[in-house]
């Protein structure tokens, strides 16, 4: 597998500023303007990439009402699997018109395709999808993976729920068709999850046990967990986002308003730039106080010939003297001249 994936004109891997997705998921709330004003708001909060799903009720489950199909806790408790994402999917005639608006906008286009008719319908040339994503959920359907890795794209791979071996069927499954392109994600599938459950250094166990870039599908709320993913090596970060959760909607409550997730990328920018890169001395920003630090200087006036002693130099600020590491060295030693107090200590000085 590869250590870097390129998407567009983008490097997705380690020492890469993290490719950030903007999810709109079921938030355009059944309305096309509002899901090309979603793709707006996105570029202009920092997304690098506007990202929907693929499917029909028909094609991720069937309309069935016994208890099997029914939701019994959490953010959907009570609802019907085909009722849910009746109202959750975007149709799939807006989806060309999507794609040709991000592409307008300056933003990449992905898709989470959930069965082959909707890969097919994704590499159709209206769309012409340049890389996939594989949600949490999928990840266990192995002929879904094998179907999409054949189209010789990347593939963005979600692992909440899995088990390694889990993972590791899946990473199998792409690589034996021949496609090296793959980014994992460590998510947690709780909608909100818990910060205190998302184990975020599995990321770096992620990158280290696959050798593929990681990064995170993060549902929980606010953007610390996002931030900390880049200190450990996330480099994908991917975060619902809608234009505001009052916007009811079967995503809405655990999705970023646009001034959330401009707050969250530049947060990460930050991070990113804080992190930097293996350095030793001073830096530019330091400069004006390197002259600070200690050094030796004549403490008492001292005349030709005088020896030098604890009595008449000292270490101290500032740093125009010689180093502390030479104090003893100097001791005992004669003065060459007179030295009047307050005179940085050079070695012309000493005899």
Known sequence: MKQQIQIGNRIIGPGQPAYII???SANHAGSIDRAIEIIHAAKRAGADCLKIQTYTPDTITMDCDNEYFHISDGTWKGENLYSLYGK?????????????????????FLSTPFDTTAVDFLESPEIDMQFYKIASFELVDIPLIKYVARTGKPIIMSTGMATKEEIQEAVDAVSQTGNEQLILLKCSSAYPANPAQMNLSTIPDLAKEFGVPVGLSDHSMGHLSAVMS????????????????????????????????SEMVRNVRDAEAAIGKPFYGPMEMEMSNYRFR??????????????????????IRPSEGLKPKYYEEVLGKRAK??????TPLSFDLVD
């Open 22 to 24: 903007a999810e709109m």
């Open 88 to 108: 959750a999917y975007t149709p799939w005639e807006w989806q060309p018109i999507l794609a040709k608006e991000a592409k307008k906008v300056g933003i990449d």
């Open 230 to 261: 880049v200190t450990l090596g996330g480099c994908v970060i991917e975060k619902h986002f809608c234009l505001g959760r009052d916007i009811e909607n079967p995503d809405a409550s655990f999705s970023m308003t646009p001034e959330e997730f």
């Open 294 to 315: 200690r050094s030796i200087f004549v403490s008492e006036d001292i005349k030709a010939g005088d020896v030098i002693s604890e009595a008449n130099i000292r270490i």
């Open 337 to 342: 001249t007179d030295i009047s107090r307050g």
